[in-house]
């Protein structure tokens, strides 16, 4: 490999000049953001050490700063030590921009690998001069080193995908691979479509063979391979990404002892199963970061793994506020393998200096109020807009789902509430509902809600997804005037799951809601925070209702409280 020289090039860029590599600098913990003081924002990273011992970041295109206006194009930063990085330059530039991306194209989630003397970046591109409309691609370009100048290869790697509907499948944020036998592989998609693998020569400049599918549709993006162990872990990013102060992207991860799968999770869940698997890796945890998702895994001179991700800050979620650019600057967090499976700092999750970590406490030990739906609705229910085809028969509450929802200005689904008592405590319901598999049933659902009001509220349910069936744990909140709705979403529903909701207060008085999912009662866990403000605390409740009919019929066996 030739050594790139103490003063780089990069493509239509002024000099830059290096400093010491990373060898001779001490080492420094992460403090997040670690892109603060150099972009406010810094997308869908990738990391990787060049021979200069340098580390280099690559992110999608958006501007750096807020009031920047113009994007750079696959923006470069590098770094001595993982904590503090410096701005190189961007990978492209107007003069050599993909000539086959239209004018008005994005170029996203580049990933950056080496093949022999050649550095190798992969990138999406939203829309490509073969079929202008929004039929993405993934392109790939070389250079001498990872600083550049970067030569994109011309074509795209692998081309728009024409869906069997109409329209085109999205091939997004690429992630390359090479496995124990030597094989390159490239991992592509999201959630149209679905997560898929190719094989690639071994100059990764081409496809050699079949695409398989590793991730049903309606559920992952932003994969990221790594193997460890004798195992292929693929890292995959769920839920929305961009939704501002209530995006819940998360990580999720399978495992397998083929590149091409089958990956399942920790307790056996497939990631091709309509009743999708994932064991998190990394959620929103109830400090100030949200969104925590698209990442990349390195690891240091010291043999220690490390988390690259991007993250939203909830008290500042635009790049120009109120609205525009999902501001999602980059974090590093120190990744740990418990038992075999990969979470951030050991299921703490996101690092925030300004507010230290607070353990949850999250075990039930006193049941202080219960109803069994023995003989109709114990006292201190009441309904928001009552439903009539609600009943408490054969020991539960039967509720039909109803043709109606909350989420948006429309609010006319039915809620029961009650009062939520003060201090730490932990509600569960064991929720029986059959929404088949693999169907198309948008968006029935049922479970339970922290319930502020019609548009402020978090609800965690059984939900009909397209083709799959997922727990989700949704925040709807007022913002700027209006309403901001997203949702993270947690390990996987059965015909019968059990639900439950952790609620604490904070140093500030925040109200703090972790929630958890069991398929026998008795084996938890435990997911994402949505965060309400100080002061009287939500009402709890049920819900039962979304979109397609016929009406799914959702049985609670009870509702339990504990301290």
Known sequence: MRRLPIVAVLAG???????APASAAPHRTPRNPVTAGVADTFADPAVIRGDDGFWYAYGTSDPLRSGEGTPHLLPVLRSTDLARWSYVGDAFTAANRPAWATPTAGLWAPDIRRAGDRWLLYYTVTDTTLNPGDDSAIGVATAPGPAGPWTDSGAPLVGPRPAAGGGFLWTFDPAGLTDATGQRWLYYGSYFGGIWTVPLSPDGLRVTGAATQVTIDNRYEGAYVVRRG?????FGSAANCCAGPTTGYSVFAGRSKSPTGPFVDRDGHSLLASRVGGTPVIQPNGNRWIGTGHNAVVTDERGRDWFVYHAIDRGAPYLDEPFGINRRPMLVDRLDWVDGWPTVRGGRWASDP???DKPWSVTPKRLVWSDEFSAGLSPGWSWVRPDPDATVTGGALRWPTQAADLVGPGNDASVLVRDAPAGDWVVETKLSIDLGVDTVRNYQQAGLVIYAGDDDFARLSHVAIWNTRQ?????ELPYAGGL?????????????????LAHRTDRTGEHEYRAATSLDGRHWTWGGVWTFPAGPAPRIGLVAHGGDNPPATALFDYVRLYR
């Open 471 to 475: 727990i989700e744990y949704g925040r």
């Open 354 to 356: 300004g507010a230290p």
């Open 484 to 500: 901001s709705y997203g949702g993270m979403v947690e390990t996987p529903p059965a015909d019968t799951t059990w639900l439950r």
């Open 13 to 19: 860029l002024a000099l830059v000049t290096a400093a």
């Open 230 to 234: 004798g195992w292929y872990y693929l």
